[in-house]
């Protein structure tokens, strides 16, 4: 949250752990040693002393939370935890969670399973409430910073769009992305934009949410080569001013060589 640090999922000989870089002296620190950790994503707490973090437990993935100062695993983040828990976001305060519940399995085999869920979660109170979306599959839920909007993403329509819902819902449903496609929604920190993936270029939305919602046409944040990584891809520097991104492969320039009259020389 104070742009001095990165949170990095590395994957090493079979196992993904997560590694702490100070970005003005370059060192480097590794926070897990755990065969279970899920790579994506990691979210920092407000506190800039806090982190979230997933592991699999058998064929499901569950949120923890791990304080760098302790140097000990991390804990459950929320008792509620059934099937898969993603904890996508976390508001400003540290207050709402953004998380997709994937039900586990129905008991008997064969019956009916439950819906998935893209839901808020209040920790202060424990107070879950679900955002009404279409079908399965809907997943990158992000909270805004006052916890009173949801931005996620959908192929509802055939190819994954983002759509703004209100907190608590309201029936009404916006999209904020256009054509060709998006992924990987994200809020800026005050609020004001949403950034999100539209292939290989970073796109940026305008969006007011009171005293109503409104919201302004997309445009290019960042374009170039940067390798799109399973669940988040990027991310914005806290003024909002910097994408941070992997790196793509550099073009490289190769030449032939040909020597005339080699056999005189």
């Known amino acids: 949250p104070d742009g001095k640090q990165l949170l990095v999922a590395e994957y090493q000989a079979s196992s993904t752990d997560l590694w702490l870089y100070d970005l003005q002296s370059g060192a480097s620190r590794r926070l897990t040693n755990e065969a279970d950790v899920a790579g994506s994503p990691i979210n920092w707490m407000p506190d800039a002393r806090r982190i979230i973090y997933h592991r699999r437990i058998g064929t499901e993935r569950n949120a923890f ?14 008792d509620g935890q059934e099937g898969t828990f993603i904890a996508y976001s976390v508001s400003a ?73 209100p907190v608590p819902p309201t ?16 809020w800026s920190r005050d609020g004001s934009k949403i950034y999100y993936r539209n292939g290989l270029r970073i796109m940026v939305v305008d969006v007011q949410l009171e005293p109503e919602i409104e919201l302004g046409e997309p445009r290019v944040f960042y374009e170039g080569s940067f390798v799109n990584v399973s669940g988040r891809s990027f991310d914005i520097s806290p003024d909002g001013t910097r994408a941070l991104v992997i790196e793509g492969p550099k073009d490289t320039t190769h030449s032939i060589r040909m020597i005339t009259n080699w056999l005189d020389d």
């Open 93 to 165: 305060n540290g207050r709402f969670l953004g998380v997709r519940k994937i039900p586990p399995p129905p008991t008997p085999a064969g019956s009916e399973s439950p819906p998935e869920q893209v839901t808020v979660i209040d920790l202060e109170d424990e107070q879950e409430i679900d955002i009404p979306v279409v079908g399965t599959g809907n997943w990158g839920v992000s909270i805004s910073p006052d916890g009173k909007a949801v931005v996620y993403t959908s192929p509802v329509s055939g190819e994954y769009q983002n759509y703004l819902q």
């Open 171 to 186: 029936g009404m449903r916006y999209q904020i992305s256009r054509v060709g496609g998006a992924e990987e929604p994200r």
């Open 65 to 78: 939370i791990m304080s760098l100062d302790s140097g000990k695993p991390g804990e459950p983040l929320y």
